[in-house]
């Protein structure tokens, strides 16, 4: 390979972000021009991103089941190629490939600006439970209530002169939209958090709405994290789909997928990212497959290995895995989509 496989990941996401321009600039240009909004309504207005549409395609049908018309969907469709058909309650804006927070705040300040919640959710987050709805609103119902979360973060925590809180994220995050702007506030990631990790390493930076979710707690607002029995019935996750699908997108065929994983040296296993993109790998398997439930056939991916292929190469490694890399929570989140699909 031309690149190392530390080097490639970038080098892909660029490449495939310039491939994606070729759709979605003019688009892109046309919204900054028009700020379209969604109508004034009481509903919220539920925002998702994406760069792999068979994985939009299962996250549509499990919040149309489970949202039905109770929030108003808009999608980022940041490839371009999404049919608008295949989702008729929503709006399908073709947009460029920016930051997750550039794009959340393009959403809140103008596409939601007709609404009092903005509800920013993955595309890798899925919404299993008719729970959800009722659960914004009994917590917004609230005074003083500037968030609710339905996934924090949980591998650091704010310190606020010893009281700990866990900071909300941004996965599955709705706002009060007037809070939002009344504060000025901006989900982009910022440098020199001073909080602490609970097991690693320290964070050092904000990530998306970690900053505004410390300002809104610092001046006294509510920012809910759901309780963790409702909160897993609530959604399903995959992690760090991002990666995967930009080699796939690269790569032409699944031998020179597993050829990028075989390129890393043995010893190299013992680090986070070669099991994470193998763990996510595995993961756009089982959206491939659920895909296939819903349309009747595949979604073209030409250069996805299968499900065996990718264990094979994770069992060549194992003596260099950590013990705490395990595919448990994929293969959790796996079955429970399957067994609800």
Known sequence: MARSYDQMLGYVFKRNSLRFA????????????????????????????????????????????????????????????????????????PFLNFYAATKGDAFIRSIARNRRIAWICDDDMFLMSRECLPILEREFAVPGTASVSFRPREWWEFDFDGRRMQPSSSYCTAVDREIFMREKLSLAPASGNPHPALSTRPPRRYDTFDKANEILLKKGYRCVIVAPGERERCVAEFSGLSGPVMLLRYFKTPGQTLDYFRSAPPPNWEGNLLFGLISAMLSVCTIQELYTKLKGKPYPLPSLPTRDALLNIIGERKKFIRPDQTLEAMEKTSRRLHAEL
Do not use: Q, S
Not at 26 to 55: F, S
Not at 88 to 93: E, G
């Open 22 to 93: 070729a759709r979605t600039l003019l688009p892109t240009l046309r919204y900054c021009l028009t700020r379209p909004a969604l109508p004034p309504d009481d509903k919220p207005a539920l925002c998702t991103m994406n760069i792999l549409p068979p994985m939009m395609t299962v996250w549509y049908h499990f919040a149309k089941r489970n949202i039905g018309t109770g929030a108003d969907i808009v999608i980022f469709d940041c490839t371009g190629t999404l049919d608008p058909k295949e989702f008729p309650d929503a709006l399908v804006l």
